[in-house]
């Protein structure tokens, strides 16, 4: 039995560099995207970024942005998020890169 029926009613062609707000729901906040090893961090940025997107602000609230699962994040947070993501970016290699920047 399916109790989740604003669900259903997530538009997908709301997308944003392959994001759709049906992406964001079980992330309570953005520290949760940035712990998730399970994806790459390019992938995080994009959710992160999506989050932080205007597409999901608050109205009445610009301080505000609402998750596809209606959780709510400070721009502030989302964009320390960010910045942490954009420091773990820094560290990674390229593909076919052997070598790390950390002297190996």
């Not at 999506?50 to 608050?58: K, M, Y």
């Amino acid at each position: 039995m399916r109790t989740n029926t604003w669900f259903d009613e997530i538009d997908t062609d709301d997308v944003e560099d392959g994001v759709t707000r049906a992406d964001l729901i079980g992330y309570y906040h953005p520290r949760e995207i940035v712990a998730d090893m399970s994806l790459t961090v390019r992938r995080r940025r994009e959710l992160v970024s999506f989050w932080l997107s205007d597409f999901n602000a608050v109205r009445g609230a610009p301080g505000l942005r609402r998750s596809g699962s209606g959780v709510t994040a400070t721009v502030d947070d989302l964009r320390a998020a960010m910045a942490e993501l954009d420091a773990m970016a820094d560290f990674v290699p390229p593909h076919g890169d052997s070598s790390s920047r950390l002297g190996a």
